[in-house]
């Protein structure tokens, strides 16, 4: 059964700790690996997507890498504005399959 | 930038109502879908559709219906609005296959 899972549930940092989200994945015939970020009652706002193991994408203070059974998304040096859900998906046939999130939480 | 837009932020329906939720995208994308995301579970697809007037169930398309007459609009539709239907919905477009999906901004449902 194609699965993804996230951890740790929940993480809180203080501004500055750098730390890094997991996802680890089974998806038959994987067609990309997704991140994304969810503020509180809002959309998921579309952050990376990677395609093949040893792939990185880097945005700001965010970095998404890849392997063939997990992703990790790198925070450096996080700031208070970094704290939401980060979600990770595993693209399948015609759908996302969603892990149940990560919430930060960045204190300053 | 691709714009994914929901017809309401927040929606409080009775039980046994029929529920109308409706999403447009600007984008011209083949590819429609809709989510809903729960605590614990989070987002399961509902229905999607990659053409107009096609659609496929997702994983939990019981007690939902799902409307594409327009390439840029696709609605989902609650026959008979149940307290467990209580949950934040959410549409998303991509261009095809499962390249990346954008989000709109959800629907927070409550049905009492």
């Known amino acids: 059964e194609d699965q993804v899972t996230q951890s740790p549930e929940a993480l809180r940092l203080q501004e500055g700790e750098s730390s890094s989200l997991n996802c680890s994945y089974t998806v038959s015939g994987l067609r990309g690996l997704f991140w994304y970020r969810q503020d509180p009652g809002k959309g998921p706002e579309f952050l990376f997507t990677?395609?093949?193991a040893g792939e990185e994408k880097e945005k700001e203070r965010l970095k998404a890498t890849l392997t063939k059974k997990e992703s990790f998304l790198h925070i450096t040096a996080p700031k208070p504005e970094d704290s939401a859900t980060y979600l990770c998906?595993?693209?399948?046939?015609?759908?996302?399959?969603f892990g149940t999130g990560t919430l930060l939480a960045v204190q300053p | 930038d691709v714009k994914v837009t929901q017809s309401s932020r927040y929606l409080v329906k009775r039980t046994g109502e029929k529920v109308f939720l409706e999403c447009v995208q600007d984008?011209?994308?083949?590819?429609m879908f809709w989510y809903r995301q729960d605590p614990g579970l989070g987002l399961r697809l509902i229905y999607f559709s990659y053409d107009v007037k096609m659609k496929e169930k997702g994983d939990i398309p019981e007690g939902y219906s799902v409307s594409r007459e327009k390439k840029e609009r696709f609605s989902l539709i609650l026959e008979s609005a149940s307290t467990n239907q209580t949950s934040m919905y959410l549409c998303?477009?991509?261009?095809?296959?499962?390249?990346?999906?954008?989000f709109g901004q959800g629907t927070r449902l409550t049905v009492v």
């Open positions: 984008m011209d994308h083949e590819n």
């Open positions: 990677l395609y093949s």
């Open positions: 998303a477009s991509s261009p095809h296959g499962n390249t990346e999906a954008f």
């Open positions: 998906a595993g693209g399948a046939t015609n759908k996302l399959i």
